[in-house]
């Protein structure tokens, strides 16, 4: 599952995760990277099982479509 | 006890590690001696932290050695390392020209004390940073006893051949090695660990080594990321803190002789009625958790008379409870895949969505959740040659499971990586300039991912379902028909060309421009399936590449395929 927003806002919904883990390990801090669409108009990132988003109105879809996906170099 | 004391080049005696590149060299004889001779032996150790001279002894059990040897530096100061292998412990010398010793020797010495009575490795072997070094030896001498006894010559071993040593891994055969991420030991020479490990119950970190054959250490990764767990402990005492749904909660209650109880009362009207708490929010997945409760359902509800402890999904049910009047104790245990609450949801009959006309209740106490199974996400694959480029992702939904639902990855029945095609991946920074190799053990069905990578490289599967060995503006070599399946990858560049091999056999060639890149990513645009080792050198390795027979093989392609059977 993944949200689909601008980039702030998929930004603070990780800050928001992030703080309601609280990671307590050595090296795992932080819960995901934002991912930019290779037009640039828009923002995805993967949602956390247990932390909706429910204030900043981010689009919920199961699957990202292949246009998410970078073309590589032939 | 030990064989060959001034004979280092006695290769019966002291086998040379590693042992196909990267070999120490003995000099014999070369250098003046403690005694005034000339039979002390100048040793080469390579620029590689497990080179090393070894003898393995026999030795009793709990029992205090001295393992001592003369040395001297060639000039200035020098550092070794005197190790007993088997006990995973070492001491570090430094050799000086000026030693107390006729011609500047000085008598290092080591002790230890042994376990269990039987074969023990020693060892005089390269310092841990790794660059070349020249040592001058004579006189090794093992005694038992804390100190030292007076020297006495051992002759060399007549006939016979060299032991095997206990664990012989990659390192410990192949020098030069640039990188190195598996599950299998890179040498037995080294205390190492394989791998840093998340598990999921709890988001504790461990790090997880190798047991005594050199395979990843499954009991001890097992045992910490299923180590049990406390998801949630009541306390109703003086408040409550469950969730609920169509009714209401309150704190110290007493019922049936007991206090401080849970009491849920439920609405008047129609709906599902529950409540409890949210144990399993980002647990689930699969994994285990026992669930202890005590429930009390009076007989006097008008409507209710049934109490299902469940998640909402109807195949993690945990019990139901229909006795009245007295309390039942409750300890199962249930997988939970899609579930996050733990729900105590009052039933009428078989009615989930009852109509009660007054309001019913009932009692809860000593509610325990204990997950009893994790995932287990891997946060650093080491790098085990000590040249310290460990593969890491500090980022929880991007780092791929070495234990999945509480069970071990697997391919091939050994330990793996499982990467999920979505966006698991490791940085790396590994530079690699004209004349690298790469060699690869994976199992990757995403067409245009790859096993190695940078912004500029492509080591993998192409997008057309070939191997793909490329750098941009630098060769780009694409062919053969990508394995579904595990296959050992290798991709040399010899500075002309470019080749692919696919368990042994040739893919593909290219002419190759190459200068210089760095490789940042193990997965790029992220595999799918399973990764269990990489190698990089950045040293052409076409003379050391070998061949792949079934079952077993030679060179390096050949240690790889003898290990992970892939062929």
């Given at each position: ?8 806002e998929v ?53 990202l ?10 | ?26 000099n ?30 026999t ?5 205090e ?26 001491e ?42 020249d040592v ?11 100190t030292a006894l ?53 988001d ?13 250490d ?26 609920e ?9 007493s ?15 129609t ?30 509800n ?5 109490v ?29 895949v ?15 969505t ?9 009692y809860l ?32 939904s ?19 990586i ?21 060699f690869g053990?994976?199992?990757?069905t ?18 057309t ?10 060769f ?7 394995s ?11 500075s ?8 042994g ?20 645009v ?16 076409s003379?050391?590449?070998?061949t ?11 240690n ?8």
């Open positions: 599952m993944w949200y689909i927003g601008t980039r702030e930004t603070a919904y990780n800050e928001k995760v992030n703080e309601a883990k609280a990671y307590k390990g050595s090296i795992t801090s932080n819960w995901a990277n934002p991912r930019q669409h290779p037009d640039g108009s828009k923002w995805a990132i993967v949602a956390h099982s247990t932390e909706p988003d429910e204030e900043s109105g981010l689009t919920l879809v199961e699957e479509t292949e246009d998410w996906t970078p073309i590589e170099a032939p | 006890m030990l064989k060959a004391s001034e004979e280092f080049q006695q290769t019966d005696d002291w086998v040379r590690y590693p042992t196909n590149s990267q070999t120490p060299t003995v014999a004889d070369s250098r003046p001696d403690p005694n005034g001779g000339t039979t002390a032996d100048q040793v080469g150790l390579t620029a590689n932290t497990s080179a090393r001279l070894q003898q393995t002894v030795l009793s059990a709990s029992t050695y001295t393992f001592s040897v003369h040395a001297r530096a060639v000039s200035g100061t020098v550092d070794f390392r005197m190790r007993n292998i088997t006990l995973k412990d070492a570090v010398k430094t050799a000086t020209t000026t030693g107390p010793l006729t011609n500047g020797f000085t008598r290092f010495t080591y002790k230890f004390t042994t376990g269990a009575a039987g074969p023990y490795e020693l060892a005089l072997q390269n310092d841990s940073n790794a660059t070349a070094k001058i030896f004579w006189g090794a001498m093992l005694n038992q006893g804390g007076d020297y006495e010559y051992a002759a060399p071993t007549t006939g016979g051949s060299a032991p095997a040593p206990a664990y012989a891994g990659f390192g410990d055969a192949f020098g030069g090695v640039t990188a190195y991420y598996s599950l299998r030991k890179f040498t037995e020479a080294e205390t190492l660990n394989a791998i840093r490990v998340r598990r999921s119950s709890d504790a970190e461990q790090d997880i080594g190798f047991d005594a054959n050199g395979d990843l499954t009991t001890a990764l097992t045992t910490f990321v299923n180590a049990d767990v406390n998801q949630y402990t009541s306390d109703f005492s003086s408040t409550e803190d469950l969730i749904t169509n009714g209401t909660g309150a704190a110290a209650q019922v049936g002789g007991v206090d401080d109880a849970y009491k849920f009362t439920t609405i008047t009207g709906g599902q009625m529950f409540t409890g708490p949210s144990p399993f929010s980002g647990k689930g997945g699969g994994n285990s958790f026992r669930i202890q409760a005590d429930v009390y359902l009076p007989s006097t008008a409507e209710i008379d049934k299902r402890i469940w998640t909402g999904y109807g195949a993690e049910i945990v019990e139901e409870i229909t006795t009245t009047d007295s309390w039942v104790s409750v300890d199962q245990t249930v997988e939970v899609n579930g996050s609450t733990l729900r105590f949801q009052a039933f009428d009959g078989s009615d989930l009852p109509t009660t006309t007054e309001a019913n209740v009932f106490k000593n509610i325990v959740v204990t997950q009893t199974t994790a995932d287990g996400a891997v946060t650093t694959w080491y790098d085990q040659t000590g040249n310290g480029n460990d593969a890491t992702n500090a980022t929880e991007e780092q791929p499971l070495v234990v999945s639902g509480g069970t071990l990855v697997t391919e091939n029945s050994k330990a793996a499982d990467f999920d095609g979505v966006n698991d991946a490791f940085a790396i920074s590994v530079g690699i300039t004209s004349g690298f190799a790469v053990v994976y199992k990757n995403k067409d245009g991912s790859y096993l190695l990578g940078s912004p500029n490289a492509q080591f993998g599967r192409r997008g379902s070939e191997y793909r060995f490329h750098v941009a503006g630098s780009s070599t694409n062919g053969g028909a990508h579904n399946n595990q296959v050992l990858f290798t991709g040399i560049e010899d002309a060309n470019a080749t692919i091999y696919a368990n056999i040739q893919q593909a060639q290219a002419a190759s421009v190459f200068s210089s890149d760095t490789l940042t990513l193990i997965s790029r992220n595999v799918l399936g399973n990764i269990q080792e990489i190698i990089i050198f950045n040293s052409d390795q003379a050391n590449r070998g792949v027979t079934t079952g077993g093989g030679t060179g390096i392609e050949g790889i395929n003898t290990y992970f059977d892939i062929v």
